[in-house]
């Protein structure tokens, strides 16, 4: 498990979402994306080292809907860059995590990713991703 790759903050109002980050960092997302596999827009925005994903569901039973109907607006996820994807898999189901893929699945910016049951790690959704070498 390396460094943090990204934090995922759930919104309700992409655009919305995106104006209140580019004043908070004093600039605009890199990159916009949809996620069609997980019903959801992302927007990304990098200040320093951290990267911030802004997240929108496309739809009322979109994950990312469902988590601000239930909980409102908020950070959603954590993400964790990982060397070896797989092997990260492996070492954290046995040690006691509950993976909710069996296999890697492709995410947005060009990763290979793996999410964690919140229920299994002290209530915070965590995200693996390993980069996509082009
Ligand atoms: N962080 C912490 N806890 C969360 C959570 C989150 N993001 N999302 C749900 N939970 C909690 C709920 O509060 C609930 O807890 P209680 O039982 O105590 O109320 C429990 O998990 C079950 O929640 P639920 O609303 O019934 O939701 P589901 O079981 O349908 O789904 C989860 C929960 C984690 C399995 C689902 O959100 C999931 O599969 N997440 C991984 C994929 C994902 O998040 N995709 C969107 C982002 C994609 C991207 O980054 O590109």
């Given at each position: 498990?390396?460094?943090?790759?990204?934090?995922?903050?759930?919104?309700?109002?992409?655009e919305k979402s995106e104006a209140l980050f580019s004043l908070l960092f004093?600039?605009?997302?890199?990159?916009r994306e949809m996620v069609e596999s997980q019903a959801v827009?992302?927007?990304?925005?990098?200040?320093?080292p951290n990267k911030i994903e802004l997240l929108q569901g496309t739809s009322d039973d979109s994950i990312i809907s469902k988590f601000v109907a239930k909980k409102g607006e908020g950070i959603h996820h954590i993400?964790?860059?990982?060397?070896?994807?797989?092997?990260?898999?492996?070492?954290?189901?046995?040690?006691?995590f509950k993976l909710l893929h069996e296999e890697p699945i492709p995410g947005a910016d060009n990763k290979l990713i793996c999410f964690l049951h919140p229920k299994s790690s002290n209530g915070v959704l965590i995200e693996l991703c390993?980069?996509?070498?082009?």
């Open positions: 498990m390396q460094k943090i790759e990204h934090i995922g903050i759930a919104v309700k109002d992409l004093g600039n605009g997302p890199y990159k827009n992302t927007s990304f925005f990098k200040n320093g993400a964790f860059a990982v060397m070896d994807i797989k092997l990260e898999m492996a070492r954290l189901q046995e040690a006691g390993q980069d996509i070498k082009s």
